[in-house]
């Protein structure tokens, strides 16, 4: 039985990953001389038992070794080649527990190996605790994936098939994770093109000024020109929501839960532009007036969304939309009402989306 | 009970359906009609994505009054089911399962029902015809619909298809007396399940019960 195993499981194990072991090896002991290596080690080690993070760090980076472990004992026993282990169960449970826990001790040994060190150096610092606490890590590590392999053993395939069935079902799929994998799948160099372009901007201006030359304006009206290529973001969303997922409007799903989802959709496609403003404050830029730049930038984006939500728009009269905004948007800038201009388009885009979500056709019009 | 009180659809100038007041009892309808007649709009519209004039109600709920209540009453697959292409079936069904909550278990059973386990990791990109009318068709059927719309549902389906969707047709109907259903289709619905269904005549806009 064991030289079953041995060959199904921990040979094949370490033959698969000899790879990553020579990597480890190399990181771990092809950086320092042969001759410094005692010292080092011993190094690393103290710096374990005298600063707690490193060692839950290190300690984490051991129970991802074992996921990866188990995974690939799952993998086996869920295989064809693999179904014979499933006779083990016919052993005493205590028995099979015994050689599957002997075999997940040599697959470990990489790691149990480097713990013995850390539990020798703690006993010869008198760092018993530490010590203790890393043999019983070890030990509940092993024990709890002998177990998981013993319930395997009785069950081959079926916990895949369920984990899929589950998978299914669990990941959230929200209607704003939709549009953002659009844009970064199928729009991923044109997102990219005008988040540098924006944020570039944005930063590049705001370092001019200076608390003596402390004038907002030009950075207004150009970063309107950069919400200008995310409003052709979300003429692209709106040609796939009218072309592709119309469904989605049948569904039971309330007005400001909708707009909640596009209200998250339109933040996050912004964001990167709030973490400059939000980095640049409070110099070069006070923070009311970052505050003031993100809440238009936001208005804006929200205002033409909806607008093309309720209205069919062809290009041309996207166009015309954003000429007539960005008209808007200079005289208030102009004239010192930011604020309002923001509160009035948040206003005109909510009614608007209340008032004509069910009533437009644009949903059809791809 | 489905009712139609002064409802019409017009494109532009165009009017394409005229429903003065109809009344239509639970049970199984073929909408009927040539090209264009107005069949894929009908369903559209009961099924709230295209507004209407007029009122539209069902089971007393108005969908311009009770947009979401109605909505849930509501299955609904389309005749050339079109899906993003970056999306999976299992993304579908997560997505419609947060919204329509089913009962446990009944997403896993319409999987194994209609066929679709295999190809649910894969994306929308790489299906056939086929295989997204199924997914379609599944997602009409998630949850407790009171009405279930199918526009062409034969169309494209294999035969094993076409066998697993009669069958949960005639379930819903014999297990849940509720649920009605509303078939448009070209196709002669000759299986034993289309027994006694009544036919809806869709001609130069007007709609007449047969």
């Known amino acids: 039985m064991w030289l079953a195993l041995n060959k199904t499981l921990i040979r094949s194990f370490y033959l698969q990953h000899a790879g990553f072991f020579l990597f480890l090896f190399i990181v771990f002991f092809g950086i320092v001389a042969p001759s410094q290596q005692l010292a080092y080690h011993y190094a690393l080690i103290r710096g374990m038992l005298e600063a707690p993070v490193f060692l839950i760090l290190v300690a984490f980076a051991w129970l991802l070794y074992a996921v990866k472990v188990s995974q690939f004992v799952f993998r086996v026993i869920d295989s064809p080649e693999g179904l014979f282990l499933c006779h083990l169960r016919r052993f005493e449970p205590g028995q099979c527990y015994l050689v599957l826990l002997r075999v997940q001790h040599v697959l470990f040994l990489p790691v149990s190996g480097y713990a013995l060190a850390v539990v020798g150096v703690a006993l010869y610092r008198g760092a018993w605790v530490v010590a203790v606490i890393v043999v019983s890590y070890l030990g509940l590590i092993c024990g709890v994936a002998a177990m998981l392999y013993y319930r395997r053993l009785g069950y081959p395939g079926v916990f895949r098939e369920?984990?899929?069935?589950?998978?299914?079902?669990?990941?959230?799929?929200?209607?704003?994770?939709?549009?953002?994998?659009?844009?970064?799948?199928?729009?991923?160099?044109?997102?990219?093109g005008i988040k540098l372009f924006s944020c570039g901007l944005l930063y590049l201006l705001l370092r001019q000024q200076t608390p003596e030359d402390y004038d907002l304006r030009a950075v207004y009206f150009t970063y309107c020109v950069a919400l200008f290529g995310h409003g052709i973001l979300l003429f692209r969303?709106?040609?796939?929501?009218?072309?592709?997922?119309?469904?989605?409007r049948a569904l039971p799903v309330a007005l400001w839960k909708r707009l909640g989802q596009y209200v998250l959709f339109w933040l996050l496609l912004l964001a990167p532009e709030m973490l400059i403003l939000g980095w640049m404050t409070p110099n070069p830029i006070r923070f009311i007036d970052a505050l003031e730049l993100g809440i238009t930038g936001n208005s804006l984006l929200i205002l033409v969304s909806c607008c093309q939500m309720?209205?069919?728009?062809?290009?041309?009269?996207?166009?015309?939309?954003?000429?007539?905004?960005?008209?808007?948007w200079y005289g208030c800038v102009l004239g010192g009402s930011v604020i309002a201009m923001s509160g009035f388009f948040v206003g005109v885009a909510v009614a608007l989306f209340f008032g004509g979500y069910y009533r437009s056709t644009t949903c059809c019009s791809g | 009970m489905l009712q139609f009180t002064e409802a019409e659809k017009s494109y532009g100038s165009k009017k394409v359906l005229e429903i003065a007041s109809l009344e239509m009892p639970w049970g199984m309808y073929w909408l009927q009609g040539?090209?264009?007649?107005?069949?894929?709009?009908?369903?559209?519209?009961?099924?709230?994505?295209?507004?209407?004039r007029g009122y539209i109600r069902l089971q007393g709920l108005s969908l311009k009054d009770h947009p979401v209540a109605y909505?849930?009453?509501?299955?609904?697959?389309?005749?050339?089911?079109?899906?993003?292409?970056?999306?999976?079936?299992?993304?579908?069904l997560a997505f419609y399962s947060d919204i329509i909550q089913p009962p446990v278990g009944q997403?896993?059973?319409?999987?194994?029902?209609?066929?679709?386990?295999?190809?649910?990791?894969?994306?929308?990109?790489?299906?056939?015809?086929?295989?997204?009318?199924?997914?379609?068709?599944?997602?009409?059927?998630?949850?407790?619909?009171?009405?279930?719309m199918l526009d062409e549902p034969l169309v494209t389906l294999d035969q094993p298809g076409i066998a697993a969707l009669c069958?949960?047709?005639?379930?819903?109907?014999?297990?849940?007396e509720s649920t009605g259903f509303i078939l448009s289709s070209h196709q002669p619905l000759s299986h034993a399940v289309f027994q006694g269904i009544q036919i809806v005549k869709i001609s130069d806009g007007l709609i007449s019960l047969i």
């Open chain 2, 167 to 176: 069958d949960l047709i005639d379930e819903r109907r014999s297990t849940q």
């Open chain 1, 310 to 328: 309720v209205i069919p728009l062809r290009v041309s009269d996207f166009l015309k939309l954003w000429l007539v905004l960005f008209g808007i």
């Open chain 2, 71 to 92: 909505r849930r009453l509501i299955g609904w697959a389309e005749a050339e089911p079109l899906y993003p292409d970056f999306l999976t079936g299992a993304d579908l």
């Open chain 2, 107 to 148: 997403v896993d059973d319409l999987i194994a029902r209609l066929g679709v386990a295999s190809w649910l990791d894969s994306k929308a990109a790489s299906w056939s015809a086929g295989m997204s009318k199924k997914i379609s068709l599944l997602l009409a059927f998630i949850g407790r619909p009171a009405l279930i």
């Open chain 2, 34 to 52: 040539p090209n264009g007649s107005g069949k894929t709009t009908l369903l559209r519209m009961l099924a709230g994505i295209l507004p209407s």
């Open chain 1, 237 to 248: 969303c709106r040609r796939l929501e009218s072309g592709r997922m119309m469904w989605y």
């Open chain 1, 162 to 192: 369920r984990a899929r069935s589950v998978s299914r079902r669990r990941p959230h799929v929200r209607y704003w994770g939709i549009l953002v994998r659009f844009l970064i799948q199928d729009n991923r160099w044109f997102l990219v």
